[in-house]
């Protein structure tokens, strides 16, 4: 009854107001409101996002923050970590919702000890942050596979590389040595057939990441796109990831087709007992191989495709490298091409454009009177490949 009394007190006092008071004390209660409830939201943001964040503050006081998440230093998130816990951000337009990822990988080891490596890393960095464009709501994940120093050059590199990104983004690094371990069973009897050494190298392992990813990484990690760092981007990268969406059923790998003559050359003593074949022929209607500098990795679809599964099988390698008479060194390249040659509905292949490799070692090497068969290339040119140490043009 008290509380009743002195409602009915107030009521009575306020019916003495004039509207504008009673107006004007309706907007005090709501800011009030507003300052408690709005003030208390927080951003979730690793430590050492916190961290770059902070320290880039200054640089970006005039423009809209893009989000940086860096994982797997000790006493950091793993990856799992960092896949639960964004989708808890907001979108930079203060609406909750959930954000669309659109993940890309790159190998970054040795790279502090490197300046071609550094300056390669320079521009295809630039070139992306130059041209890409996403929409609302869309973040493109940049994952690192490095080592701890390549590591601590990297974090200090990318707020600057990418203080002119229009776009959301956040980079994750995992660690060369875990992955590596995780690795080294699934692929340990394809090294011997594609590796440069002699035998089963455990350094050798990460190599051959594409290969096995799909049984490493996350399960809620479903596509992702693994680039070279020799590359220089002339379109927005997000379209890339479109080509997804053009996979035939059941192919797992979207990849471009190698464009001199490596697996002719490669090939050569089965084509020589099987002169028929089309086993290293240039395109468009033989099969010269895939180059791994641009892939797509459906990792879901590599999960569920029996087919696939099956021919990572020790049984199923040493089967076909015995039929081909195959013996490379270029990792995870190697073992496609090969499977490739066999079971062609695995993979999508892109148009050269995506992939504009501009090696031409073999040319003066061997096969120059039909090196141009290879090397050609039609359309518009979305990525160069700056393979063997090439130049790149400049735009």
């Given at each position: 009854m008290g509380i009743l009394k002195l409602f009915s007190n107030a009521m009575v006092r306020v019916g003495t107001f004039r509207s504008y008071q009673v107006v004007l004390l309706l907007a005090a209660a709501l800011a009030?409101?507003?300052f408690y409830y709005f003030g208390s939201e927080r951003q979730n943001f690793s430590s050492t996002t916190k961290r770059i964040k902070d320290s880039q503050a200054s640089q970006n006081a005039n423009r809209n923050d893009a989000d940086l998440s860096s994982a797997t230093k000790p006493g950091q998130p793993d990856i799992q970590s960092v896949l639960e816990d964004r989708d808890k951000v907001?979108?930079?337009?203060?609406?909750?919702?959930?954000?669309?990822y659109?993940?890309?990988?790159?190998?970054?080891?040795?790279?502090?000890?490197?300046?071609?490596?550094?300056?390669?890393?320079?521009?295809?960095?630039?070139?992306?942050v130059k041209h890409g464009r996403f929409m609302d709501g869309e973040v493109l994940t940049l994952h690192f596979v490095s080592d701890e120093?390549?590591?601590?050059?990297?974090?200090?590199?990318?707020?600057?590389?990418?203080?002119?990104?229009?776009?959301?983004?956040?980079?994750?690094?995992?660690?060369?040595?875990?992955?590596?371990?995780?690795?080294?069973?699934?692929?340990?009897?394809?090294?011997?057939?594609?590796?440069?050494g002699s035998g089963a190298y455990y350094s050798d392992a990460i190599f051959f990441l594409s290969v096995a990813m799909h049984r490493i990484m996350p399960a809620d990690l479903k596509r992702i796109v693994q680039l070279d760092l020799d590359l220089k981007y002339r379109t927005n990268i997000?379209?890339?990831?479109?080509?997804?969406?053009?996979?035939?059923?059941?192919?797992?790998i979207g990849i471009a087709r190698e464009m001199q003559p490596v697996y002719r050359h490669t090939f050569w003593q089965y084509r020589r007992e099987n002169p028929k074949s089309k086993v290293g022929d240039p395109p468009p209607d033989g099969m010269p191989g895939f180059n791994s500098g641009?892939?797509?990795?459906?990792?879901?679809?590599?999960?569920?495709?029996?087919?696939?599964?099956?021919?990572?099988?020790?049984?199923?390698?040493?089967?076909l490298a015995d039929k081909y008479h195959f013996k490379g060194h270029l990792g995870d390249q190697d073992f496609f091409t090969m499977i490739g040659m066999e079971h062609p509905g695995l993979f999508h292949t892109l148009a050269c454009g995506w992939?504009?490799?501009?090696?031409?070692?073999?040319?003066?090497?061997?096969?120059?009177?039909?090196?141009?068969?290879?090397?050609?290339?039609?359309?518009?040119?979305?990525?160069?490949?700056g393979n063997c140490n090439t130049p790149i043009p400049d735009d």
């Open positions: 009030v409101v507003a907001k979108r930079k337009d203060g609406v909750p919702g959930i954000l669309q659109y993940h890309a990988l790159m190998m970054f080891t040795k790279v502090d000890k490197n300046k071609g490596l550094q300056e390669k890393f320079q521009v295809a960095m630039k070139s992306m120093q390549s590591r601590d050059l990297g974090e200090r590199m990318l707020p600057d590389l990418f203080r002119d990104a229009t776009f959301r983004y956040e980079f994750v690094f995992h660690d060369v040595g875990v992955l590596t371990e995780k690795l080294f069973p699934i692929v340990e009897a394809m090294q011997k057939h594609f590796s440069a997000r379209e890339l990831f479109e080509e997804f969406n053009r996979f035939p059923a059941g192919a797992v641009v892939m797509l990795l459906d990792l879901e679809a590599m999960q569920g495709s029996v087919l696939y599964n099956q021919l990572l099988e020790p049984s199923s390698v040493a089967q992939n504009r490799q501009l090696c031409t070692w073999w040319r003066e090497h061997g096969y120059g009177d039909i090196f141009q068969l290879y090397y050609h290339c039609d359309g518009p040119v979305r990525i160069y490949h």
